[in-house]
């Protein structure tokens, strides 16, 4: 198999195939290590090396209490000797054992993720959400001191919105701090002004990298939802994902969608990704899988090459 092209991580030094794997599966949809280890091995067999993951996953499944995406993700690479092979990011402020991102948490919080990983460093440790009744300078200090003891490579921020997010890319600049190398949104092909309004164009001009989530809409941009009836295909967000996508603009580019893919063979998803691995400020998008089968369908997104005028149709059916 030929090899992907890597991206870099902002200014960090460290670079990714273009996509990430979303570990929220993990002690959800996919229980325990064995299954864990067969889509990680499959991940990294198809070339790719980011796996995101959070303190928090994934804490809202009932039984669970947090932290078991991460000590399932460390039994793996424990088991496997692949610690080298792939970059590990984790995330900090959104889970009750360890809210906000006040210095002593994210202290006492890395320990933790580490401790679950089995690592000795996190490769980009990301702020889950904004804090804003801690001072940026603190949260940036406590990380800075993070990465000067070594516990962690890089950092990154998720779910700013462009306004904080510039703000601590100055504060960091002023006070010599390490600065967000990383930005993680919600976007897709439904689901744009969020992100290219305001975000967009901050990340293209301070250089950051962009991992995106929900790549596919919920499930929505696989074309499985296409009429109400079809909300009883997930029990868990099924009727969510109808009331949110299954709409005339949804319809209009699922139709679009649906025609790159035949002149492909390929299948709406795999198009779906595929225009966002294309979009320049775009570095990974976040994909999750609970089979091999499904990650081995996900995966040959990355090697799916759109037309601009596919690209440029699929834009303008999904434009708001």
């Not at 991460?70 to 000797?81: R, V």
Request: glycine content about 8%; overall charge negative; aromatic content about 6%.
């Amino acid at each position: 198999m030929t090899s992907l092209p890597q991206r870099p991580l902002g200014r960090s030094g460290i670079t990714v195939a273009p996509l990430a794997f979303g570990g929220n599966v993990f002690g959800w949809s996919v229980k325990d290590a064995a299954a864990t280890g067969r889509l990680l091995d499959a991940f990294v067999d198809g070339g790719f090396n980011l796996i995101d993951t959070a303190d928090i996953y994934p804490a809202w499944v009932p039984g669970n209490k947090g932290g078991e995406s991460e000590a399932l993700i460390g039994q793996w690479l424990k088991a496997s000797g692949k610690r080298n092979q792939v970059v590990i990011a984790t995330k900090v402020a959104k889970w009750a054992e360890h809210p906000g991102l006040s210095p002593d948490n994210i202290e006492a919080a890395v320990d933790d993720s580490l401790r679950r990983l089995g690592i000795d460093t996190i490769d980009l440790y990301q702020a889950h959400e904004d804090d804003e009744s801690v001072p940026l300078e603190a949260t940036l200090g406590a990380f800075a001191r993070l990465i000067d003891k070594g516990k962690v490579r890089a950092i990154g921020a998720s779910n700013y919105s462009a306004e904080r997010l510039e703000q601590a890319l100055r504060c960091s600049e002023s006070q010599g701090l390490p600065r967000y190398e990383t930005l993680q949104p919600e976007y897709n092909l439904y689901d744009r002004a969020g992100y290219e309004d305001a975000l967009e164009p901050l990340v293209q001009a301070e250089g950051l990298a962009v991992i995106s989530y929900y790549s596919l809409a919920s499930g929505f941009l696989t074309g499985k939802y296409r009429h109400a009836a079809d909300a009883a295909k997930s029990s868990a967000r099924g009727a969510q994902v109808v009331k949110q996508y299954l709409n005339a603009r949804g319809k209009a580019i699922l139709d679009v969608l649906d025609g790159v893919a035949t002149a492909h063979a390929a299948t709406p998803a795999q198009v779906a990704l595929a225009w966002l691995i294309a979009r320049e400020s775009i570095t990974a998008p976040i994909v999750s899988a609970s089979s091999v089968e499904q990650l081995q369908e996900i995966m040959q997104a990355a090697r799916l090459v759109l037309t601009p005028a596919q690209v440029q149709a699929l834009e303008a059916a999904s434009a708001a």
